[in-house]
């Protein structure tokens, strides 16, 4: 029978993939379970069309990897048939490690970035399917010979980050964010084993560069959105502390003791638990004894987002001492849960990070050069931080913040 079945995507149309394995791989039901996986956390609280999942986007990428490698394959370069699968295994399961709302939980139910997860995954998988994902573990790793087909994966120029910016800005309706990935794709050469950017794509570069500052600060960090994943946040420690947790067997598993050792044991726990698991227990907790819990579980359900203060520099304390104040006052609570409800923290942006590996230019004359030594675009130096301080809204109480972006 034909496993290869095509797909309708929104984004790129009608797609299908040249390997019977990789839709071996789509129906495991580790890899389904990325249906129930949101994208974008909690963004659609802000823009309402984000709801597309971790499903959504693995396919995209895994289609911008096959026009990758076709286009590297007429310009020469030597990618063998289980190279060219072993690659796109790798960039369809490059987030199969994603938990519940993808990055708002992000270390929370397991204390490990996503990727290490994923690597579990494909580990398990690997045994499963016995030693077909061999290669791809090693590109993933960057052990294998080709380190180009690893900066496929994971660099500055992947096919994870073509495809989240343009699958992202297509669903929010950001058109700041839409990448011209095809013409990126076109100007794809490898010299030396690395990844390099034909010269005449390097404004396409640049718009690339600009548009993932744009989604950036404009989509991924707008405050309402950083809100609602610092109340997601509170909420899943304060269901940690609670003594009486309403939730699924699932989810109770890693509620009950850190766990921190990636054995198939803990994958195959955590390829059970998703955005519902979080959803369900939230709604149980919507009338719970723990005032705390409630507070937030009713804040999230109908959308009360806590107000956000941002800010170039750290908040005062003074500030935060006069909302401790305020909050114990409203919701008649002691000083330290008021704290509690005060949620910090800060984030920080490269449009350009230097200190990753350079996206490399290749010149018409055949040699390299830094792209931070090509363009005449000053975008490498712009970092940016910002300071956020969220907190329940309280009605008709205005909070002067000093030093507001």
């Known amino acids: 029978m034909n496993k290869k079945k095509i797909f309708n995507d929104p984004v790129y149309g009608f797609i299908r993939f040249p390997f019977d394995f990789l839709y071996d791989l789509i129906d495991h039901p580790y890899f389904q379970r990325l249906r129930r996986i949101s994208q974008m956390g909690l963004s659609h609280y802000v823009y309402p069309g984000a709801l597309h999942t971790r499903f959504h986007h693995a396919l995209g990428a895994l289609?911008?990897?096959?026009?990758?490698?076709?286009?590297?394959?007429?310009?020469?370069?030597?990618?063998?048939?289980?190279?060219?699968?072993?690659?796109?295994?790798?960039?369809?399961?490059?987030?199969?490690?994603?938990?519940?709302?993808?990055?708002?939980?992000?270390?929370?139910?397991?204390?490990?970035?996503?990727?290490?997860?994923?690597?579990?995954?494909?580990?398990?998988?690997?045994?499963?399917?016995?030693?077909?994902?061999?290669?791809?573990?090693?590109?993933?790793?960057?052990?294998?010979?080709?380190?180009?087909?690893?900066?496929?994966v994971s660099g500055q120029l992947d096919m994870d980050r073509l495809d989240y910016l343009n699958r992202d800005s297509f669903f929010t309706g950001v058109a700041e964010g839409v990448i011209g990935y095809d013409r990126i794709i076109e100007m794809l050469h490898v010299v030396d084993d690395q990844l390099v950017i034909e010269e005449k794509g390097i404004y396409s570069i640049e718009k690339f560069l600009i548009s993932r500052r744009i989604m950036y600060w404009q989509v991924y960090y707008h405050k309402a959105s950083v809100a609602a994943e610092y109340m997601l946040i509170l909420f899943y420690e304060l269901l940690k502390k609670?003594?009486?947790?309403?939730?699924?067997?699932?989810?109770?598993?890693?509620?009950?003791?850190?766990?921190?050792?990636?054995?198939?044991?803990?994958?195959?726990?955590?390829?059970?638990?998703?955005?519902?698991?979080?959803?369900?227990?939230?709604?149980?907790?919507?009338?719970?004894?723990?005032?705390?819990?409630?507070?937030?579980?009713e804040s999230i359900l109908d959308r009360r987002l806590?107000?956000?203060?941002?800010?170039?520099?750290?908040?005062?304390?003074?500030?935060?001492?006069?909302?401790?104040?305020?909050?114990t006052e409203h919701y008649d609570i002691a000083s330290s849960d008021a704290s509690l409800l005060i949620c910090e923290g800060k984030e920080e942006k490269f449009a350009y990070d230097q200190t990753e590996n350079?996206?490399?230019?290749?010149?018409?004359?055949?040699?390299?050069?830094?792209?931070?030594?090509?363009?005449?675009?000053?975008?490498?130096?712009?970092?940016?931080?910002?300071?956020?301080?969220?907190?329940?809204?309280?009605?008709?109480?205005?909070?002067?913040?000093?030093?507001p972006i």
Do not use: W
């Open 63 to 152: 289609h911008l990897m096959t026009r990758a490698i076709d286009k590297l394959r007429l310009k020469g370069i030597a990618i063998s048939d289980d190279e060219y699968e072993a690659v796109c295994c790798a960039i369809l399961l490059h987030d199969i490690g994603h938990g519940p709302f993808s990055h708002a939980l992000e270390g929370k139910i397991v204390p490990v970035h996503h990727e290490s997860l994923s690597l579990a995954y494909m580990q398990v998988l690997n045994t499963e399917f016995e030693g077909k994902l061999d290669l791809a573990i090693k590109i993933f790793k960057n052990e294998y010979s080709k380190s180009f087909l690893h900066q496929l």
């Open 242 to 297: 609670s003594k009486i947790i309403v939730t699924s067997q699932s989810l109770r598993y890693f509620l009950e003791e850190d766990k921190t050792e990636l054995s198939p044991e803990l994958i195959h726990e955590h390829s059970k638990i998703d955005d519902i698991d979080i959803v369900f227990t939230i709604k149980e907790h919507k009338n719970s004894n723990n005032k705390l819990l409630r507070i937030i579980s």
């Open 306 to 327: 806590f107000t956000c203060h941002v800010n170039n520099a750290p908040h005062s304390s003074d500030l935060k001492d006069m909302l401790r104040q305020k909050l």
């Open 358 to 403: 350079e996206i490399i230019i290749l010149k018409k004359d055949g040699s390299v050069i830094n792209y931070s030594d090509a363009t005449d675009f000053n975008i490498e130096n712009r970092n940016t931080i910002k300071y956020f301080m969220c907190h329940p809204n309280i009605k008709n109480v205005k909070f002067a913040v000093p030093n």
